[in-house]
């Protein structure tokens, strides 16, 4: 995976319409299958949770079902891009002791996975105005690239693949 830049404001527009028209449809959706579920099969007396909660289940697998489509579409492209950095940092996080600990005998490609690791963080948390964490994002990042070039690596991010995490 490459990190790439992103128009904030039209990520933001976009990711916006698509989270509003997504609850929407799952609300219409839930309530009309629900809906027509108690129609079908209630009974007329007792409770009908089971009815509805297969009604929102319907929603969610038609929302669901619906956003994996369109996710390779033009409109979605910023978007689907982020959700796929989002989901390659998650599996960089769930190794990262073990990174960390090869990035600390001055492992090449745990450096290389730190490095992409960080900038893929600093691209997401900017464009989600996440400010909070970003002093100790750059404390860490620059004392990795203090590391890198003390060992005279030239660590290129394009080159980062997730089959590098399968050694950790």
């Known amino acids: ?9 039209r990520y933001r527009q976009r990711l916006n319409r698509i989270t509003v028209l997504s609850i929407l449809a799952l609300l ?4 009309a299958s629900s809906t027509l579920l108690i129609s079908l099969f209630a009974t007329g007396s007792g409770s009908n949770f089971w009815l509805n909660l297969s009604g929102v289940v319907i929603g969610c ?7 994996k489509r369109l996710r390779s579409r033009p409109y979605f492209a910023e978007v689907a891009y982020i959700w796929d950095l989002k989901h390659e940092l998650n599996l960089i996080q769930r190794k990262l002791r073990a990174i960390q600990a090869a990035a600390e005998q001055n492992d ?26 970003m002093s100790e994002l750059n404390l860490a990042d620059n004392k990795l690239q203090e590391q890198i070039s ?3 690596l030239k660590l290129d991010l394009d080159t980062y693949r997730r089959e590098l995490l399968a050694r950790f």
């Open 1 to 9: 995976m490459r990190l790439q830049p992103v128009d904030k404001q």
């Open 28 to 31: 219409v959706i839930s309530l």
């Open 61 to 67: 697998l038609v929302v669901g079902f619906s956003l």
């Open 108 to 133: 090449a490609t745990a450096l290389l996975i730190l490095a992409f690791s960080y900038a893929g963080s600093r691209l997401i948390w900017q464009l989600d105005d996440n400010t909070l964490m």
């Open 150 to 152: 003390g060992l005279g």
